[in-house]
């Protein structure tokens, strides 16, 4: 099984880390006051489009600098690329005045993925905070996708408030759908919200699967996720099943800078993923 | 036929090993009900003399806030327990609660379990630190509902 992911993870590994390729901005979609996500094709036909649920690019805004974003779009589609990110500095706030026909560098795809193809009739519990969705998506396309592999599927989101969740229109259509949990939460609620009212963690407790056979992939703050690994813990999910997608500042993408150092590990390519047996010791720790 | 509730309680997680003199007495003060949609269950202030457990169904926990009304602050869902303020004087509801979607559930007279907590001190112990439990689960998670989380700085 080993075997297996070393090889998915080398046909994804890139030929020339360092070297951008050409990317066309086809659209830039709002989908909260804060937050966007840029609909990415390839200038040259030659540009392949391949990466695993979970990796990162590197986008390069030209004048401005570059950051690390997770791919937000479904592994099968091979003609472009979607990233979701939150104007937070200099350079997303750059990118968010990006307008369609403008190009955009694009390094990548970097670090780890979600289990997903090693982990056939399990359970599915995919927890996702805030913009920490974004990274997840790209597994639940592919989860959905390959529906009859797996057991049952559970998204539970949490989000600040009604106007902030992610991705509603398809949120919507997956609560919809009779083989897919979907519960959706607001730290604050507001008049005409008729959902959960609550941090998402709590949700775990009571969503429907089977700890003993459940993998977990959890992304979104970091404190949140600490005690959504708590609750996963005391519902029995073993922590060599939990997954966990880390944040650190991450420049140059391959391991060799430094910037992104999580204690012996670097999250751009020893992660973003990481399972949680193997950074228990680590993870919460102030110091690191 | 009625059938007993003492199955329904057993199989939930809050009930888990308790003493079976304990739970046939507790089923003994439950019994169940329905609300529809939008049903007031208490208001802030009222006196709180009843615990729930919902079967089905979301409940709305709010406070009413000067110039913005009803506010919710968290909401108790299937499977968990709805209401604590009948635990400790002065006995009157912190919050009020509002059904939003139809909501069954198993209805406890706390008055009357209180009263039998008193006179038997094991029963207390076994209800009390079962609650002391959902009171720890909502105080974390309130404290990560005041962190603003989500926020730009997250």
Known sequence: MGA??????????VSEPMIPELFRIERLKRETEDTFTLELVPVEETTKISFLPGQFNMLYVFGVGEVAISISSGPAETSRLEHTTRRVGVVTKAMGMLKPGDTIGVRGPYGTHWPVTEENGRDFVVVAGGIGLAPLRPVLYHLMAQRERYRNIVLLYGARSPEEILYKRELERWRGKFDLEVQVTVDRGASGWRGNVGVVTPLIARAPFNPSNTVALVCGPEIMMRFAAMELQKRGVPAERTYLSMERNMKCAVGHCGHCQFGPTFVCKDGPVFRLDRIAPIF????? | ????????????PFFAEMPEKHLEFITGCAKNVAFPELHTIFHEGDPANEFYFIREGLVSVELLVPNRGATTVQTVAEGEILGWSWVSPPYRWHFGARTLQRTRALVFDA????TKCEEDHDLGYELLSRFVNVISARLDATRLQLLDIYGRND
Do not use: D, F, N
Request: net charge neutral; aromatic share 0%.
């Open chain 1, 4 to 13: 297996m992911i070393e090889t998915e993870i080398a046909e994804h590994r």
């Open chain 1, 284 to 288: 919460g720790k102030g110091e690191i």
């Open chain 2, 1 to 12: 036929m009625i059938q007993s509730l003492e199955p329904v309680l057993k199989g939930h």
């Open chain 2, 111 to 114: 008055k009357c379990l209180r």
